[in-house]
């Protein structure tokens, strides 16, 4: 059973579970985006209730540089993923509104990316409603950067991946980091805390730090379907309690399903994700795609499939709010 070390980059963990089942990974070639079982998938999951996807990737390799694509085993997805690639994948699942997520691109290129999805927010022909772009709160021209978003009508937070190797543990707490979070309360934007699992107790220390902030825990933060560490699970669930504790901290249910095991199935997920949705509780949990990564090891609309079949029993009005208002509420869309 695969594990994730404590210093692991996720991304790291991704390549190498990918190249593992390199045989499962959607072929760059399918238009459809449709891999096996997802017909099927799709046709149980007819959209009852609309989607709002928080998690939304798109990245033109002809504007920007994504470093980590260059690691081993997600060559599938080192490829340009446009607004029409993701309507086509969406196809069916409906997705009403997006919000687009940074894909941790080169620094030089966080104001390119930022304008690129800003652009695409005006256009009333896509979903996109609103944005969280990439920033480095801990470098020293932050301020200057993120400032001249603040009357962006679309730019709705900041995301910085903490769990890449060159940001060691801890980098959450340094003073700059936590000032210039804290700055983002005051311009009305989030932060997204996306960072190991066994460092989420970080994450909750700079909650306490930043009150008049607002913080998404990104991908019921990132516990490994696969793991049977035992310790690293407690520490995650001390982390996410610790976070949930806090009524200006939220949870995107999404991300697990690239750390399953090859044949996958909805149960695999069911603890990780069901512990975050109780944890959070139903007003504080949203859906989120995490397109095109998911396509790792699932299709979009297998990822649908099995959060549906997940939370099946639940009320309907809690499935609502998991899939669609939540987010509408959080993002303001």
Known sequence: MTQLPHTTDRREFLAKTAAAASSFVVPTTLLSDLGPGSASAAEDSKPVIPIVDTHQHLWDLKKLTLPWLKNEGVKSINRDFLMKDYLEATRGQGVSKTVYMEVNVRQEDQDLEAEWVIEMCRDKSNPMKAAVIGGYPHDRGFKKYIEQYEDSDYVRGVRTVLHDPDRPKGLCLQKRFVKNVKLLGKLGMSFDL???????????????????????????????????????????????????????????????????????????LAPNMLFCIDTFGEDRAYFAGDWPVCRLRATFAQWVAALKTIVKDRPLEAQKKLFAKNAEKFYRI
């Not at 990132?222 to 520490?235: G, T």
């Not at 095991?261 to 909805?266: H, V």
């Open 194 to 268: 996306c960072m190991r699992p066994d460092e989420l107790a970080d994450g909750a220390r700079l909650v306490e730090k930043c009150p008049k902030t607002m913080f998404v825990v990104d991908h019921c933060g990132n516990m490994p379907v696969v793991s049977d560490d035992a310790e690293l699970r407690k520490k995650w669930m001390a982390g996410m309690k610790a976070l949930a504790a806090h009524e200006n901290v939220v949870c995107k249910i999404s991300g697990i399903v690239v750390t399953a095991s090859e044949n996958w199935k909805a149960a695999d």
